[in-house]
């Protein structure tokens, strides 16, 4: 059998939350190291894990054993570690957004090509097994000809204005909704649908300061937004302009949680769930033909998880890194990977500048 691909994990949030028990999970990855900056921090999860750690990514990458990085830091150092290491020769799992703005994936795109490294990005809602029969539903032509999208995905996680001041309080250091669930329903629109041609924006913050962690009551600035609302149209298959409403927010109290819905000429598909808790966990589609009422969609049993966590998002990300070591010891293209999260970048950068301007941006290939 084929060697698992020996990972190192670079960040310990997420990374040590789902990225390590998904690439331990997965027969086609191994963990073989950690690295945060800070040395306590290090040592506490290297502890847990049983792995060794480096505290300097310098020797992270000199390291024989890792073969790949998972780079799961915030946003803003994320371009630089990655850098690093594809000069060094290793393949990449990306958490998003990739960058800071579409032209650092650009020069990222170009690292990895000129090395032949294959680098995957965590869009994990195209590894969730009712995305996936949805997505072969609409691929089916099962809606008729598309009408209207509808996305509203309303989350209470930031919704508490005692929580404290961070990375993701900073715009300019890729914080707030439209970058941590933006990129994703960016990249999810069109994977189901299609290319994102023209978007409108209106970004807004709700609460204007955070305590600071420490800080004896004092208190930052926020201007990172926690609420987004855009319109947009999507080139569905065939060339026809599809209308779509996206609705974000990470500041609704009892928020509807994360819904999709597709108006077509022969039918409408729904897709939701209302936890809360778990942004994979407790999704459910619904399918309506003309004069009739939703009626549930059958789960696709081929589709199904092998093996499933409490926290749901670790099948998707060990799903993905199935498909990312294939692609290494296959030596083909990953996706979803960095041509896709050029696209979603290239989104982003656009709504910024459509709330900043108010003019509707138009996307190019």
Known sequence: ??????????????????????????????????????????????????????????????????????????PGPRFKLACAALEAGKHLMLEKPVALHVEQVRELRRLAIERGLSVAVDFEYRAVPVFQQLQALLRQGVLGDPWLVRFDWLMSSRADPGRAFSWYSQRSEGGGVLGS????????????????????????????????????????????????????????????????????????????????????????????????????????????RPGESPQPVLPDPALAFARTWADGRIAPVARLHGWWSESVREGRPMLPGLAEGERSQLCYDRALEAAASGLRQKIQN
């Open 1 to 74: 059998m084929t060697q698992p691909l020996q990972v190192a994990v670079a960040g310990l949030g997420f990374g040590e939350k789902v990225h390590l028990p998904a690439l331990r999970g997965c027969p086609g990855t191994e963990p073989v190291a950690l690295w945060h900056p800070r040395q306590e921090r290090l040592e506490a999860a290297c502890r847990s894990a049983e792995l060794p750690g480096h505290s300097t990514f310098t020797a992270l990458l000199e390291d024989p054993a890792v073969e790949a990085v998972v780079i799961a830091t915030p």
């Open 181 to 288: 669930l933006g990129t994703h329903a960016f990249d999810t629109l069109e994977w189901l649908v299609g290319p994102v041609r023209q978007l409108s924006a209106n970004l807004s913050t709700a609460i204007h300061s955070r305590p600071l962690t420490g800080g004896q009551g004092r208190f930052s600035p926020v201007d990172a937004d926690d609420v987004a609302l855009l319109q947009l149209d999507l080139e569905a298959p065939g060339g026809a302009s599809v209308p779509a409403q996206l609705s974000l927010s990470s500041v609704t109290r009892a928020g509807r949680g994360c819904w999709l819905e597709f108006y077509g000429s022969e039918a409408t598909l729904i897709l939701g769930s209302d936890n809360q808790a778990d942004y994979v966990h407790g999704f459910h589609l619904w399918l309506a």
